[in-house]
């Protein structure tokens, strides 16, 4: 067996780049399993995996998946019971957010936040269509930009119709495996566009109906930029739920609130209506966002909704 690395998942085959580059179409043989968990896509790119060619065919057959060192996961949109891969082993992630065309969902970025948090996985955050921002927009920019970077999230402002901001982004992504997403119609793919023109990934249009963005990435899909240096581009997101997450999780994983929770009275403390809340005085002090708590709150509510309901249905 070689080992390699999945770089485009398509459902039931996947296409595999050996040590050499070349790439090799595999299937699956047997079953593998997350932790217990259900996935949807047992394998997922940027894993790495053993493969045994078949005798017919130049096609191969995945016999084992090496040990991933981290992973991005998020609950199934269209199995709510179970869990989907988006990648494996990757460095950082890029996150592309738009302030207007389509208006921006802050509570998003948090959302995103919540799925690289637990395997400690830097995320920067570009706004991308910045050619297009009123004063009021770059306000708005200021003041998220001051928020997310007090806690370690880098923010930047891109423009992929001017080709403005691509100095950061290029510096970040050398001699690293870089996640991609954001959700759709924010110009993910025309952002990787400009990166690398060859590409010449597809871009849709925001529709004037419903104001969202079309979906133009069906599949996820690792790129190479240089001889170190990867990308992997992610199909569009609407919505994130998390009815696999305990609230535990989403409180140990906003890191500024969990970094002050050991002040608290209670060790199980989820930082709402408990007294002697640190979480609490450090919003009262201002040394703590209430737009990042609040966007907590509501993450938490919906999972405590969710667990409800599958307990008494």
């Given at each position: 067996?070689?080992?390699?690395?999945?770089?485009r998942s398509t459902g039931s085959w996947y296409e595999v780049r050996m040590p050499d580059k070349?790439?090799?179409?595999?299937?699956?043989?047997?079953?593998?399993?997350?932790?217990?968990?259900?996935?949807?896509?047992?394998?997922?790119?940027?894993?790495?995996?053993?493969?045994?060619?078949?005798?017919?065919?130049?096609?191969?057959?995945?016999?084992?998946?090496?040990?991933?060192?981290?992973?991005?996961?998020?609950?199934?949109?269209?199995?709510?019971?179970?869990?989907?891969?988006?990648?494996?082993?990757?460095?950082?992630?890029?996150?592309?957010?738009?302030?207007?065309?389509?208006?921006?969902?802050?509570g998003f970025i948090d959302r995103f936040i919540l799925m690289t948090e637990p395997f400690d996985?830097?995320?920067?955050?570009?706004?991308?269509?910045?050619?297009?921002?009123?004063?009021?927009?770059?306000?708005?920019?200021?003041?998220?930009?001051?928020?997310?970077?007090?806690?370690?999230?880098?923010?930047?402002?891109?423009?992929?119709?001017?080709?403005?901001?691509?100095?950061?982004?290029?510096?970040?992504?050398?001699?690293?495996?870089?996640?991609?997403?954001?959700?759709?119609?924010?110009?993910?793919?025309?952002?990787?566009?400009?990166?690398?023109?060859?590409?010449?990934?597809?871009?849709?249009?925001?529709?004037?109906?419903?104001?969202?963005?079309?979906?133009?990435?069906?599949?996820?899909?690792?790129?190479?930029?240089?001889?170190?240096?990867?990308?992997?581009?992610?199909?569009?997101?609407?919505?994130?739920?998390?009815?696999?997450?305990?609230?535990?999780?989403?409180?140990?994983?906003?890191?500024?609130?969990?970094?002050?929770?050991?002040?608290?009275?209670?060790?199980?403390?989820?930082?709402?209506?408990?007294?002697?809340?640190?979480?609490?005085?450090?919003?009262?002090?201002?040394?703590?966002?209430?737009?990042?708590?609040?966007?907590?709150?509501?993450?938490?509510?919906?999972?405590?909704?969710?667990?409800?309901?599958?307990?008494?249905?």
């Amino acid at each position: 067996m070689r080992e390699g690395v999945i770089v485009r998942s398509t459902g039931s085959w996947y296409e595999v780049r050996m040590p050499d580059k070349s790439v090799i179409k595999c299937r699956i043989i047997g079953k593998f399993r997350l932790a217990g968990k259900k996935v949807t896509n047992p394998v997922a790119v940027g894993d790495k995996v053993m493969v045994e060619m078949e005798s017919k065919g130049g096609t191969g057959l995945i016999k084992e998946i090496v040990d991933r060192r981290n992973y991005i996961i998020r609950q199934s949109p269209r199995k709510k019971h179970f869990l989907h891969i988006l990648a494996a082993n990757i460095d950082q992630a890029i996150l592309i957010v738009t302030i207007r065309e389509p208006m921006l969902k802050q509570g998003f970025i948090d959302r995103f936040i919540l799925m690289t948090e637990p395997f400690d996985i830097p995320v920067s955050i570009f706004f991308n269509k910045g050619d297009i921002y009123t004063d009021e927009d770059i306000v708005t920019y200021q003041y998220l930009k001051e928020v997310y970077e007090q806690v370690g999230y880098n923010c930047y402002i891109i423009s992929a119709l001017e080709h403005k901001g691509y100095e950061q982004l290029n510096n970040l992504l050398t001699n690293k495996v870089t996640l991609f997403s954001g959700q759709s119609g924010v110009g993910k793919s025309s952002v990787i566009n400009g990166l690398a023109p060859h590409l010449d990934l597809k871009t849709g249009d925001i529709s004037e109906y419903m104001g969202k963005g079309q979906h133009t990435t069906t599949f996820a899909e690792m790129y190479d930029l240089g001889d170190n240096t990867h990308i992997i581009d992610t199909p569009g997101i609407k919505t994130l739920s998390y009815n696999h997450l305990e609230v535990q999780d989403v409180s140990h994983n906003f890191k500024e609130f969990f970094a002050v929770s050991p002040n608290c009275r209670f060790q199980d403390c989820t930082h709402r209506n408990e007294p002697k809340c640190a979480v609490k005085d450090g919003l009262e002090e201002g040394s703590l966002s209430e737009l990042r708590y609040n966007n907590y709150v509501k993450i938490l509510e919906e999972i405590e909704d969710q667990n409800y309901w599958e307990r008494n249905s």
